[in-house]
């Protein structure tokens, strides 16, 4: 996706014999019987409709399994029986589970078959992320690149459903049929209304019942200076990690936050959890070094290399390569992630850039107008490559 979608992919897959046996089950946030019946004409075998349930996941993939399995399928009774009762409306659950309105705690859990931790990380991530969701996706209608406001509504649809928000799950399906159907403005602008209204109450309910704001407020204040050689020695195995391609930096990252929170600062902590939690581990650590400054000296704790320093991002050519190859990708793929990417990789993408070059490289991004923008990063990437 979205060069070639699955019933595209299942076709060139039934072009081959020596996969004629091969099952093939389409996982699809259509549940409508017309998206069942095209999966099942372009040859696959079944079709299981997102947010995934794991009950019906396990028995499908079962039933099509040429081996026998004594793997028993959650039930839907194990994994409600593994969340906490509902609360009032804005508190928590004895487990700090959220009770905010719209969001069904009990069937985001079943999807996780019951990993809280898990579940906690997902939903403020979901408030990091999905927060300005809304005005991303005007923005993109409003510069006429429908496409890709329809990739973004069936994403908060598919991230909403799997956290258990079925009112912005439904509000989300509405705004991208009516993009793909090309609804009147009036229906369209009224199904944006409704997502509006719903997304923002439940990140308002989800900031209030997590206390994501607070949490961030209290670090910044109270941040107390970090014993060095704690701190070398997670700077040292995390780059470890990330070198490996290990996931485990990522828990790494979360058991010694409070000490990469204080050398980092918020912004630059936030620029290498994003990258680590997108698993992007040769940015994630071409990032690292630049924020510590680390050139085989001791790390200079409480005057890191700020982020704002181009001359530290010229330093680092691999840094720089890496956010401009990461940058291309996302306009290529008019992936709106290329707004977050270059607001936080600002420094290293200017390093290619004259200053009336890069503003106006950042306009056109801005603007969703990715096609214009690539073409000004590719004259960049020429004239370097020279």
Known sequence: ?????????????????????????????????????????????????????????????????????????????????????????????????????????????????????LYLKLLRQFVEQQADAPTRLSALLAAGDRATAERLAHSIRGVAGNLGAGPVQAAAAKVEHAIAASAPP?????????????????????????????????????????????????????????????????????AESALF?????????????QRIEAYAFDDAAAWLDVEVGQTGSEYELGHPVPSTSTAAATDNPQAVQLAIDRLHQYLTDCDAAAVDHLETNRELVRAWFSREAFAELEQRIQAFAFDEARALLEEAMTSHAG
């Open 1 to 117: 996706m979205p060069e070639l979608d699955g019933l595209a992919a299942t076709a060139e897959i039934r072009a081959e014999a020596d996969f004629d046996a091969l099952p093939i089950i389409a996982m699809t946030a259509h549940a409508t019987v017309e998206e069942r019946e095209r999966c099942l004409v372009a040859g696959m075998q079944d079709h299981i409709a997102k947010p995934i349930d794991p009950a019906a996941l396990y028995s499908t993939v079962r039933h099509h399994s040429r081996r026998s399995t004594e793997v028993a399928a959650p039930s839907r009774d194990a994994a409600n029986a593994a969340s906490s009762p509902p609360v009032a409306p804005g508190g928590s659950t004895g487990d700090d589970l959220p009770a905010v309105a719209g969001l069904d705690t009990a069937d985001g859990l079943l999807r996780l078959a019951g990993n809280r931790p």
């Open 261 to 273: 929170h204080s050398l980092l600062g918020p912004e630059a902590f936030a620029g290498l959890r």
């Open 186 to 254: 009036a229906d369209l602008e009224a199904a944006q209304n409704t997502l509006d209204e719903r997304l923002t109450a439940l990140v308002g309910g989800l900031r209030q019942a997590l206390g994501v704001e607070a949490a961030a407020t209290a670090t910044s204040v109270d941040r107390a200076p970090p014993d060095p050689e704690a701190l070398a020695a997670a700077i040292d195995q995390l780059k470890t990690y990330l070198r490996d391609f290990d996931a485990a930096a990522l828990d790494l990252l979360e």
